[in-house]
């Protein structure tokens, strides 16, 4: 939905002087000239053939579509339609030929007029043709279904028909007898966005081996692999063509492309731009994005990339447990393999809760304890369930049920569910029992091998990185009187004993009862989506698909988070509201600032200009003034943020050579880095360039100090990467704003147990004097207070009672109210997910 929304602002808002708005009315207006390169035709015409028909359940909603030509069956009784909605058994023609196609700024939308929807409002069907070149042969329009309440309905249609001309080239190389692979860095219907600088510097559009896609705002070169979009948006610079395949040069991987444009830089003698990017192997960085290093004065510009996809095939293979057979199942949304045999093959494991211990193996029964069992309740040799090989898949993660145990207190057989959840990167691996009692047991089990497809916590434009926010070892918790929330973003929760929403959940909603146990356990949604920007450049992290909503059963839970830029370093999140199925927060946070430049002040202090953070470098030089690092060669660089300056004056120096004084001081929030840069260094061989570096620091509570280490280098240049806990005290000068910080530590990283101290305080008294107004009516004194039985959603036989009251569900977070009217649902489908 947000897609949609950035999609549709874009194209009726972005003013572009390069691009054209052509409207066609006339019978070939399936074939439309291209109007910026004016190379190429897009031809739709083979969609002619073709009737496509598009469900909504949820509004009971059928609409039949032919994109370029009149539908063959009437619709309502009448010739003539291209899109004809079928409602409560009542046709409706929304859409007659012919339609109107509009093409503005690399966006193809046809515009179908139908018959009136409401007076004096005609129904209108936009269809925004979107490139995917892998979209071919299966092609098929999308319906936002939200759209389908209004009189404008909106579909994306992934088509390679809407693709321009393109160049690939192998994306492969093979050097001392392994193999690389680049090409899952390839994009087929959309770009990577590098940013050169802040929001409003130019920015590099960039494909891998292919490329770049045409599309909105993206007018660039068809045999571009990269090309520069101007700050204002109308100009595009070609800085580089697909020509050759990746290759290897001192141990480095690197991509080239050539031949760009002109050069125009003064002094520069070479013809054209280039563009190299280089690939830094890091099995940890999956979700990771390009970096602009810098070149541009030179006419060469620089990129790198610290990515998996660098790392050999070999490699990456003995990092990899898939394997095929018993103990795996398929994804049927991702076609995703999960397989755990790697877990099977171990002898068995061992864990306890409350004095009780269990031993149980995956995917097979257990030999000495209990035999041909899957699960023993180790002092009293009680079996918990049958083993099987029959790993079962749902949307939060697959999962093992062993059934037909001991026969319990109940008359009921024993049996445990063994949930496997794709936690955060560096959460801890192993299994957890989350709930147990005499005939039930529920373990989840945090583990990489069922990561198959991790929501990449970056917008479409790589403009804001929430990555930083992600929880590996506990989750956030926002506390409004009895109700607490669960958070993590962009990732599952952390595995919290005694919390038992659907596993794979990144919001859960749950309560305390009378005895300290968690009740009342609501999913609010999983992170299927990445964050987006929305009309008012904020970015918003939306969880769908949670459990049925209470007023509106036909409808599942969501929840939405906004992230205003602040000056409150990561911030945390504050509940606000709940409307409409969706609970809804906001997260200040100076993460979504982007990058923005500092400033350096004697004797070692750096501030930024935005929102005026200041940091003392000086505790770099504690234990060492001069750091000294060295290349894979031997040859050796000494680095000196705040002591004495050698080789010309230099911070960073290689023997005599001096790699530039400070030019610029960056802050860039989303990635949580400070970049120092130094140019105009010593001269750099026979041509008229001069050595450059860049010292990056990174934040890490737990290191210490930290060193330096050398992260890429090419023959004039230097870039070191410096993980330390000296640029994660940086404060900020304002002291409101310091003290509001102060605020939030009490409150944004909890363990279960922990409580904001000042957050409650102030919480109680607004509660305290809220409630003293609502219950003035004795009728609303009177109330009954939820609750449930302990077990888990999976249990068939437990249920919950849920109250309905007249007030809203944000009354009843923020006053604590208790209801009055309760009735009974089986808890499966209160908590279905």
Known sequence: MYKLIILLFFHYFAIVAVSADISVVDDNFCVIREPVLKLFSYNFTSLTSTKYILNDEFFNATIRLQLCSPLKEKCNGKDGYAVCLTKNKEEKGIGKMRPKVNIKNGTIMFVFTGDDCTAGTKYTVNIIMKCDYEAENNSHPELFSHTLELCNIYMMWKTALACGPRIKQNCTVTHNGLHYDLSPLTKYSQNYVVHTGNRTSSKIILNICHSVIFEHNALCQSHSGACLQSSTGIEYVNLGDVQNPPFITNGALRLEYQDGDLCK??????????????FICDFEALDTVPEYTGGSEECHYRIMWKTAAACSVESLRNHSTATAGKCTVTNPLTNFTYDLRPLMNKNSYTIAKNGTEYKFRVCDSLVNLCPGTGVCRINSHTSMGKANTDLMWEEGGPYLNYTDGDVCKTGQRRYTIIAFVCGAEGSPDGPLIMEQNDCQLIIHWNTNLVCGNRVKCVTDDDEINLSSLIKSTNNYVVKVNKTEFYINICRPLISVSGITCAHGSAVCKTSLSSDNEYVNETSLGFPKESPVLNKNHETVL?????????????????????FPCYNNDKGFPEFKKYEDCTYIFEWKTSITCGATMGNWTSPCIIKDQLLSHECNLSLLHKNEKIYYVKNKQGKEYSISICGEKSCNGSSVCQGNNGYGSLTNVIFDYGRNVIKLQYSNGSKCGNKNNSYTSEVRFICNESIGIGTPKLLWESSCSAEFEWYTNVTCNCQSSSQQSTAFSNVQDDVRDFSPSHTGAVAGIVLSVIALVAAL?????PNKRACLRSCINPFSSRRGSGRVQYCRVNTTEEARLLLDVDPTQCQTDSDDDLLNA
Do not use: A
């Open 542 to 562: 939306r969880y769908v698909d949670g459990s049925p909503c209470p007023e509106n059963p036909k409808k599942l839970i969501s929840s939405n988070f906004t």
């Open 773 to 777: 107004l609502y219950f003035r009516d």
């Open 265 to 278: 830089v003064r002094d520069i003698t070479v013809p054209h731009i280039k563009t190299s990017i280089f």
